[in-house]
């Protein structure tokens, strides 16, 4: 197991209508914010009323900025920059999906730099101070809500790039399962591949004797699985949505990550797929995830065999494991497909013809990514090739 320091300040405030709260809780910390929300939905479902109701109650000055898309654009984290610089807006409320908490952080990162605020997605590593944030999510998936990271589409070069600060993990966020009952099938699937993807990526580990977290990553899978399962035909159970947020936060808050070194690659391999073609994070996972696995999983067959028997009850072929791997991995293939999800270019209707350009992007700025197999472009155009 490797050495680790591990600290999470992001307060949860978990349950029924707890998004009433929004106003007394900022208050502790400011009096003035910059609401941040997405494309209209929170307008749709009275929540955006609601949560004005309690910022004014609590004599919040607000200052709003809407328009958030789904793999959140640079363009609009520069005018959320400007605004907080111009009116010195000190704390930014986020309101939404993974994407609208991930454009808040880009704003909360660049308000205080001098440089352009890609430059921190392009590796350049800077020290340097983060407005505060909170949240308030809309939908359990990328668990952005707990996360240290925001991941961010260049709209002018179709990259799709990521960075991490630990000041930029929320100082608290509200998590009402009821506020994901408008959600879309589509996009609560999304959310579901995206969850269970943040715990495939750390599983899969050359690290030894990581025993609770592998259970404690198995355990989460099989939540996730049932879960998932259950709220295609049961959308407005409010047990089962409360699981599956709670999923979304523990799968991406740090602690299954504990004296562990996960992955990454496959993140890194669908990004190239969300900045290139718009397609949601979560259906580019459930293409790229099962690729990927066929490609590697010879690096430790047995590994892949223990997750096909602790997470979907195979017994254990022990002459040939590989035979066990590979019905995992066929396992997974059918659970993306059960929630209605694409597992292949085609079932999504991408074009065919670019992987050689997608690969060339995925390393760009790099030699490889990935930690269990560094994958370079080479590796990178056989995973897509296997994913068409
Ligand atoms: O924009 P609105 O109108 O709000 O609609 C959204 C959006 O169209 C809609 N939606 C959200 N909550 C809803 C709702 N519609 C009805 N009722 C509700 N309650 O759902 C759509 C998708 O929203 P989005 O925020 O894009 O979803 P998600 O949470 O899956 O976020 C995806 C983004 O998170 C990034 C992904 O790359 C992607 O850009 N990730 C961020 C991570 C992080 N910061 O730690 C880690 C993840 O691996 C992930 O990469
Ligand atoms: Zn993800």
Same mark, same amino acid.
């Given at each position: 197991?490797?050495?680790?320091?591990?600290?999470?300040?992001?307060?949860?405030?978990?349950?029924?209508?707890?998004?009433?709260?929004?106003?007394?809780?900022?208050?502790?910390?400011?009096?003035?914010?910059?609401?941040?929300?997405?494309?209209?939905?929170?307008?749709?479902?009275?929540?955006?009323?609601?949560?004005?109701?309690?910022?004014?109650?609590?004599?919040?000055?607000?200052?709003?900025?809407?328009?958030?898309?789904?793999?959140?654009?640079?363009?609009?984290?520069?005018?959320?920059?400007?605004?907080?610089?111009?009116?010195?807006?000190?704390?930014?409320?986020?309101?939404?999906?993974?994407?609208?908490?991930?454009?808040?952080?880009?704003?909360?990162?660049?308000?205080?730099?001098?440089?352009?605020?890609?430059?921190?997605?392009?590796?350049?590593?800077?020290?340097?101070?983060?407005?505060?944030?909170?949240?308030?999510?809309?939908?359990?998936?990328?668990?952005?809500?707990?996360?240290?990271?925001?991941?961010?589409?260049?709209?002018?070069?179709?990259?799709?790039?990521?960075?991490?600060?630990?000041?930029?993990?929320?100082?608290?966020?509200?998590?009402?399962?009821?506020?994901?009952?408008?959600?879309?099938?589509?996009?609560?699937?999304?959310?579901?591949?995206?969850?269970?993807?943040?715990?495939?990526?750390?599983?899969?580990?050359?690290?030894?004797? !990581?025993?609770?977290? +592998?259970?404690?990553?198995? =355990?989460?899978?099989? %939540?996730?699985?049932? $879960?998932?399962?259950?709220?295609? /035909?049961?959308?407005?159970?409010?047990?089962?949505?409360?699981?599956?947020?709670?999923?979304?936060?523990?799968?991406?808050?740090?602690?299954?990550?504990?004296?562990?070194?996960?992955?990454?690659?496959?993140?890194?391999?669908?990004?190239?797929?969300?900045?290139?073609?718009?397609?949601?994070?979560?259906?580019?996972?459930?293409?790229?995830?099962?690729?990927?696995?066929?490609? !590697?999983?010879?690096? +430790?067959?047995?590994?892949? =065999?223990?997750?096909? %028997?602790?997470?979907? $009850?195979?017994?254990?072929?022990? /002459?040939?494991?590989?035979?066990?791997?590979?019905?995992?991995?066929?396992?997974?293939?059918?659970?993306?497909?059960?929630?209605?999800?694409?597992?292949?270019?085609?079932?999504?209707?991408?074009?065919?013809?670019?992987?050689?350009?997608?690969?060339?992007?995925?390393?760009?700025?790099?030699?490889?990514?990935?930690?269990?197999?560094?994958?370079?472009?080479?590796?990178?155009?056989?995973?897509?090739?296997?994913?068409?």
């Amino acid at each position: 197991m490797q050495d680790f320091h591990y600290q999470n300040g992001t307060k949860i405030i978990f349950g029924r209508e707890t998004e009433a709260s929004v106003g007394q809780e900022l208050k502790k910390y400011t009096n003035k914010v910059l609401l941040h929300y997405g494309g209209g939905s929170i307008k749709k479902t009275g929540l955006y009323d609601k949560v004005m109701h309690s910022l004014h109650e609590a004599g919040i000055e607000v200052f709003e900025l809407g328009g958030v898309k789904p793999n959140p654009r640079l363009s609009l984290v520069r005018k959320g920059i400007n605004l907080c610089q111009e009116q010195e807006i000190p704390f930014i409320l986020a309101v939404g999906g993974g994407s609208v908490i991930d454009s808040a952080k880009a704003i909360a990162a660049g308000v205080h730099y001098e440089g352009d605020v890609w430059d921190l997605f392009c590796g350049v590593a800077v020290e340097h101070e983060c407005l505060p944030l909170a949240t308030i999510l809309t939908i359990p998936a990328a668990g952005s809500e707990t996360s240290s990271g925001t991941v961010v589409t260049n709209d002018e070069i179709g990259l799709k790039r990521s960075f991490g600060h630990e000041s930029l993990r929320p100082v608290f966020s509200i998590l009402n399962p009821e506020l994901t009952f408008t959600l879309p099938t589509y996009q609560t699937a999304c959310g579901i591949a995206d969850m269970l993807a943040h715990v495939l990526e750390r599983y899969f580990t050359n690290e030894r004797h !990581v025993d609770i977290t +592998d259970r404690l990553c198995e =355990a989460t899978m099989k %939540s996730i699985i049932d $879960n998932g399962l259950r709220v295609m /035909n049961d959308p407005f159970n409010y047990d089962i949505r409360a699981e599956l947020m709670l999923a979304g936060m523990i799968a991406h808050n740090g602690s299954l990550d504990m004296g562990r070194i996960g992955d990454w690659a496959s993140h890194d391999i669908e990004h190239e797929l969300s900045g290139m073609y718009d397609i949601a994070h979560g259906a580019g996972l459930a293409i790229i995830f099962p690729a990927w696995m066929k490609y !590697v999983y010879h690096h +430790d067959v047995n590994r892949f =065999a223990q997750f096909g %028997s602790r997470v979907f $009850n195979l017994e254990i072929n022990l /002459n040939h494991p590989e035979e066990t791997a590979l019905l995992a991995i066929e396992k997974l293939e059918s659970f993306f497909k059960a929630l209605g999800l694409p597992t292949s270019f085609s079932d999504a209707d991408l074009p065919t013809d670019h992987i050689e350009e997608l690969a060339q992007k995925l390393v760009c700025d790099c030699d490889s990514v990935g930690n269990y197999v560094p994958i370079k472009e080479a590796d990178a155009l056989e995973i897509y090739r296997l994913a068409l």
